[in-house]
T-cell receptor, first 116, second 114 residues
Framework: DQQVKQNSPSLSVQEGRISILNCDYT??????FLWYKKYPAEGPTFLIS?????DKNEDGRFTVFLNKSAKHLSLHIVPSQPGDSAVYFC???????????????FGQGTILTVHP | SQTIHQWPATLVQPVGSPLSLECTVE??????LYWYRQAAGRGLQLLFY??????ISSEVPQNLSASRPQDRQFILSSKKLLLSDSGFYLC?????????????FGQGTRLTVV
């Protein structure tokens, strides 16, 4: 059962334009969401996160939007740069207290290609 | 600052051979440690996590096992590898920020079972 889904395996955008990566989840217990960026043969690196008490979090060119009623989040990259080309994973977690132990549930990833 | 080391970077092993992947964390004590696997064309799947020395929890039934002999050391093992064990293995530790968590990953090990 895939609790976190990224339905677009790939996305191609022109440099300078907006990249929008989408993620859907099914488990209503998730209350914290993260985006990771991964280059080939490297471990993922943390990009940005959002808790369920917010609907938007912004960090430079990266903005994450959360729509709890739709169980949907998205990552916006503006403007997109060729160096942003990578695989982007969304991840979800239940808050660190209790028995969640910080476990993350990941989506399948979306390959972003930014063309010069 | 905290760092996480994982080795080897790549590994090619024959079917039926044993496996040992090692991960160590520096700059933190009593971290929660995790092993994830990324199979070809798929997302990251949590295999094991550990909240302390000797404490291992398995998330999915499989041919692998994990051990935590020291506070900052996490080992992934197999007695006999299967072709389906091929994948990209990632070790991670968590930094808890208030109620929430942020995972930091090692560089990964590309395992090919032939």
């Amino acid at each position: 059962d895939q609790q976190v889904k990224q339905n677009s395996p790939s996305l191609s955008v022109q440099e300078g334009r907006i990249s929008i990566l989408n993620c859907d989840y099914t488990n209503s217990m998730f209350d914290y969401f993260l985006w990771y960026k991964k280059y080939p043969a490297e471990g993922p690196t943390f990009l940005i996160s959002i808790s369920s008490i917010k609907d938007k979090n912004e960090d430079g060119r990266f903005t994450v939007f959360l729509n709890k009623s739709a169980k949907h989040l998205s990552l916006h990259i503006v403007p997109s740069q060729p160096g942003d080309s990578a695989v982007y994973f969304c991840a979800a977690a239940i808050h660190a207290g209790g028995t969640s132990y910080g476990k993350l549930t990941f989506g399948q990833g979306t390959i972003l290609t930014v063309h010069p | 600052s905290q760092t996480i080391h994982q080795w080897p970077a790549t590994l090619v092993q024959p079917v039926g051979s044993p496996l040992s992947l090692e991960c160590t964390v520096e700059g933190t004590s009593n971290p929660n440690l995790y092993w994830y696997r990324q199979a070809a064309g798929r997302g990251l799947q949590l295999l094991f996590y550990s909240v302390g020395i000797g404490q291992i929890s398995s998330e999915v039934p499989q041919n692998l096992s994990a051990s935590r002999p020291q506070d900052r050391q996490f080992i992934l093992s197999s007695k006999k590898l299967l072709l389906s064990d091929s994948g990209f293995y990632l070790c991670a530790w968590n930094r808890f920020r208030g109620l929430f968590t942020e995972a930091f990953f090692g560089q990964g090990t590309r395992l090919t079972v032939v």
